[in-house]
């Protein structure tokens, strides 16, 4: 198993008063290593909640989640950005590429953190490796306000994979993309899934990208059911 979640509740606002709206409700979830899941529900679900607490961006107010059976509510803030930085991939709507560094640059930020000669050599290779092979290494000097939307989300997505995650986690990846390059960033999912072995988890409105999952649940009334 790769990820448990056990009977999270996770609200916002004051628990104490009647400001606290909650968000999601005794949901618990289980994911085996190599899943694909779809994550659906309408706006304001809770769909984005849930990612944050899976990346361990977010906490619970009650409940586990568990990490290849650690529970890593209970890191410091120190270990939980070394968890972020390791095993979870974010990818999101819009790419938030820094504007001033190249799509190299930017898909090399998250191993800036990396001190030693030998590791920051294998990031390069990697970062060559992944870019040839979402074909934007021709681009990789250029920055990225010269580029489409959709070679910017592929560089978003190699920044996602640089330090080999164990999950990647996509809010909405396609939901500024048109229909070609939803098609694109959809295969090359599947491909890192099928060839990587990577665990994806997909908040997505695209019933085309939602159907290449391999499981579908919907966020209902802070509970997720199997669609
Ligand atoms: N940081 C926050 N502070 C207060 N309310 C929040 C916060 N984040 C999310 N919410 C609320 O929680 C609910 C779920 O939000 P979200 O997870 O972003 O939904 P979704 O991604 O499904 O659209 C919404 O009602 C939203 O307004
Ligand atoms: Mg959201």
């Excluded at 618990?28 to 849930?50: C, F, H, M, N, Y």
């Excluded at 999101?92 to 953190?113: A, K, M, S």
């Excluded at 590791?119 to 934007?136: F, P, T, W, Y």
Aim: hydrophobic residues 40%; proline residues 4%.
């Amino acid at each position: 198993m790769l990820l448990s979640l056990e009977h999270i509740n996770k609200g916002f606002g004051n628990r104490d008063d009647s400001s606290y709206r909650p968000v999601l409700n005794d949901l618990s979830l289980q994911v085996e290593e190599g899943e694909r899941i779809a994550i659906l529900g309408p706006s304001g679900s809770g769909k984005t909640t849930l990612l944050n607490l899976v990346g361990g961006l977010d906490s619970p107010d009650e409940g586990s989640v568990q990490f290849r059976g650690e529970d890593i509510t209970g890191y410091s803030s120190h270990e939980i950005d070394l968890f972020r930085n390791r095993q979870i991939g974010f990818v999101f709507q819009f790419h938030h590429l820094l504007p001033q560094c190249t799509l190299l640059e930017n898909v090399l930020i998250p191993t800036l953190v990396q001190s030693d000669r030998i590791s920051r050599a294998k990031s390069a290779e990697r970062a060559e490796a992944l870019m040839k092979r979402v074909g934007i290494w021709e681009f990789r000097n250029k920055l990225p306000g010269i580029l489409s939307g959709g070679e910017c989300q592929r560089a978003a997505v190699v920044r996602a994979m640089i330090n080999a995650p164990s999950i990647l986690l996509a809010d909405e990846p396609t939901g500024a993309l048109d229909s070609e390059n939803v098609e694109v960033m959809a295969d090359l999912l599947l491909e890192l899934n099928q060839e990587d072995g990577l665990t994806l988890m997909v908040v997505t409105h695209s019933i085309e990208l939602a159907t290449r999952m391999g499981r579908t649940l919907e966020i209902r009334n802070g509970k997720l059911r199997q669609i």
